[in-house]
């Protein structure tokens, strides 16, 4: 901001001598506090519409086979209670699910409003999309329609298909339970965790590790706060760097390396 002043400074000081300088930068400064004022404003919408948008789509996804199961609906309830949602928060976020159940949710319009106050940050999409697939997974599988659904929804925020099979595959590797330091993760849990970091079996060390800190580096918990992540949020953007850890900890295993 103070380079707003700075160039309205020299401005003035050019067009009107010392006055212009004086005056210049006063109206710098006006305009630097302005804009740090929408700024600010940017960032709350982004957290409120993060909220809002993630379980009202939530709802459409959990709806998308026809049916909200039990299993659905719990793990909904449970998102309420691990990110210390007040009674206020608490219920918008169900207003909110019920809106998407509806059958006249524009699905595609709150994703696109979401995708343009987001700012398009590949991490932070991810991981709202990474919330809508462990909702829709609670059951023990993704069904067909709510498969389709994630696709559409990936490819507004700006992602694809294979950054939907990427989230799976992270899922499907962290939730297989832990494996013995003496035994080989299983096949397809190896195969998963391959998935998940973007590369394939034949990678070598170097890509591996160069895969894993891209990873990480974009879902740094502290990265997502910055881009909008709301503070109770955070423990969902933990979660997914503890994910990726167990990817990469599987391949390394499978591997022999540190």
Same mark, same amino acid.
């Given at each position: 901001?103070?380079?707003?002043?700075?160039?309205?400074?020299?401005?003035?000081?050019?067009?009107?001598?010392?006055?212009?300088?004086?005056?210049?930068?006063?109206?710098?400064?006006?305009?630097?506090?302005?804009?740090?004022?929408?700024?600010?404003?940017?960032?709350?919408?982004?957290?409120?519409?993060?909220?809002?948008?993630?379980?009202?789509?939530?709802?459409?996804?959990?709806? @998308? /086979? +026809?049916? !909200?199961?039990?299993? =659905?609906?719990?793990?909904?309830?449970?998102?309420?209670? $691990? &990110?210390? #949602?007040?009674?206020?928060?608490?219920?918008?976020?169900?207003?909110?699910?019920?809106?998407?159940?509806?059958?006249?949710?524009?699905?595609?319009?709150?994703?696109?409003?979401?995708?343009?106050?987001?700012?398009?940050?590949?991490?932070?999409?991810?991981?709202?999309?990474?919330?809508?697939?462990?909702?829709?997974? @609670? /059951? +023990?599988? !993704?069904?067909?329609? =709510?498969?389709?659904?994630?696709?559409?929804?990936?490819? $507004? &925020?700006? #992602?694809?298909?294979?950054?939907?099979?990427?989230?799976?595959?992270?899922?499907?590797?962290?939730?297989?339970?832990?494996?013995?330091?003496?035994?080989?993760?299983?096949?397809?849990?190896?195969?998963?965790?391959?998935?998940?970091?973007?590369?394939?079996?034949?990678?070598?060390?170097?890509?591996?590790?160069?895969?894993?800190?891209?990873?990480?580096?974009?879902?740094?918990?502290?990265?997502?706060?910055?881009?909008?992540?709301?503070?109770?949020?955070?423990?969902?953007?933990?979660?997914?760097?503890?994910?990726?850890?167990?990817?990469?900890?599987?391949?390394?295993?499978?591997?022999?390396?540190?």
């Amino acid at each position: 901001m103070s380079a707003i002043i700075l160039f309205c400074a020299l401005i003035g000081l050019y067009l009107k001598g010392l006055l212009g300088l004086i005056i210049g930068a006063l109206v710098g400064y006006l305009l630097s506090t302005l804009a740090s004022a929408r700024v600010a404003q940017d960032f709350d919408r982004v957290r409120e519409q993060f909220l809002e948008t993630s379980f009202a789509v939530m709802g459409a996804l959990c709806k @998308a /086979d +026809g049916v !909200v199961t039990r299993d =659905e609906i719990r793990v909904t309830e449970q998102l309420f209670a $691990r &990110l210390h #949602l007040s009674p206020e928060q608490t219920e918008l976020a169900k207003a909110a699910f019920n809106r998407g159940k509806s059958p006249d949710f524009d699905l595609d319009g709150h994703v696109d409003a979401f995708a343009g106050l987001a700012r398009l940050d590949g991490g932070l999409l991810q991981l709202f999309l990474q919330m809508q697939m462990s909702a829709v997974a @609670a /059951d +023990g599988q !993704v069904h067909p329609a =709510e498969h389709a659904m994630l696709v559409r929804i990936a490819r $507004r &925020l700006g #992602l694809a298909e294979i950054d939907v099979a990427r989230l799976e595959a992270l899922l499907r590797a962290a939730a297989g339970g832990a494996t013995p330091s003496s035994a080989p993760p299983p096949r397809q849990r190896l195969d998963d965790a391959y998935t998940a970091l973007g590369v394939t079996p034949d990678a070598t060390e170097a890509q591996l590790k160069r895969a894993y800190r891209k990873l990480m580096q974009e879902n740094h918990p502290d990265k997502l706060a910055a881009k909008g992540l709301p503070e109770n949020m955070r423990t969902l953007a933990e979660e997914r760097a503890r994910e990726i850890n167990v990817a990469f900890d599987l391949i390394k295993k499978a591997r022999g390396f540190t």
